[in-house]
T-cell receptor, first 114, second 112 residues
Framework: SAVISQKPSRDICQRGTSLTIQCQVDSQVTMMFWYRQQPGQSLTLIATANQGSEATYESGFVIDKFPISRPNLTFSTLTVSNMSPEDSSIYLC???????????FGPGTRLTVL | GDSVTQMEGPVTLSEEAFLTINCTYTATGYPSLFWYVQYPGEGLQLLLKATKADDKGSNKGFEATYRKETTSFHLEKGSVQVSDSAVYFCALSSLYGQNFVFGPGTRLSVLP
């Protein structure tokens, strides 16, 4: 399995600002994913980030609000732009381990927007 | 589309009690099935998985059997501990390339 780290682990931000979340994996992986977990809820997929191509966004999520970078096979960032209190959530990155259909998750970034 | 249903809880048990968390799924093809656990303030950890019918996944005293005939993957543990208090998510991964589908999660509280 992979060791996945995220930065920051938590942050408190003001309305209208942006936050970039980093996800680092200790192995090269093709597929990385970004999820949102609203308080007390399950996980919702935001987008799939593959190295060398544009991220693929799920219905209800747009690139202007959640721009994603995937510069190499071990790193990705998610930016939450022009934040509002409704963006307060845990944001998790995950990776699909090669030759399996298993996803492994990072520890998450707990975001509070005031 | 594919979906996962699980008992939403919360489930409250005394230490050493028997645990069952029900999970049923709807999917095309033959999905892989997973249980993830989320301890307070942490991310998701893979607890166990099963990739084909009649497979049993097990880890840390937890077990779940892939039942194709009932489209179920119920999580069981014979004797829970206080440290098992967490939210448990059932999930599937379709063989047709669809991304993971998660159930709503079941919060378990184990009292000493």
């Amino acid at each position: 399995s992979a060791v996945i780290s995220q930065k920051p682990s938590r942050d408190i931000c003001q309305r209208g600002t942006s936050l970039t979340i980093q996800c680092q994996v200790d192995s090269q992986v093709t597929m990385m994913f970004w999820y949102r977990q609203q308080p007390g809820q399950s996980l919702t997929l935001i987008a799939t980030a593959n190295q060398g191509s544009e991220a693929t966004y799920e219905s209800g999520f747009v690139i202007d609000k959640f721009p994603i970078s995937r510069p190499n096979l071990t790193f990705s960032t998610l930016t939450v732009s022009n934040m509002s209190p409704e963006d307060s959530s845990i944001y998790l990155c995950s990776v699909e381990w090669p030759n399996t259909d298993t996803q492994y998750f990072g520890p998450g970034t707990r975001l509070t927007v005031l | 589309g594919d979906s996962v249903t699980q008992m939403e809880g919360p489930v409250t048990l005394s230490e050493e009690a028997f645990l069952t968390i029900n999970c049923t799924y709807t999917a095309t093809g033959y999905p892989s099935l997973f249980w993830y656990v989320q301890y307070p303030g942490e991310g998701l950890q893979l607890l166990l998985k099963a990739t084909k019918a009649d497979d049993k996944g097990s880890n840390k005293g937890f077990e779940a059997t892939y039942r194709k005939e009932t489209t179920s993957f119920h999580l069981e543990k014979g004797s829970v501990q206080v440290s098992d208090s967490a939210v448990y998510f059932c999930a599937l991964s379709s063989l047709y390339g669809q991304n993971f589908v998660f159930g709503p999660g079941t919060r378990l509280s184990v009292l000493p």
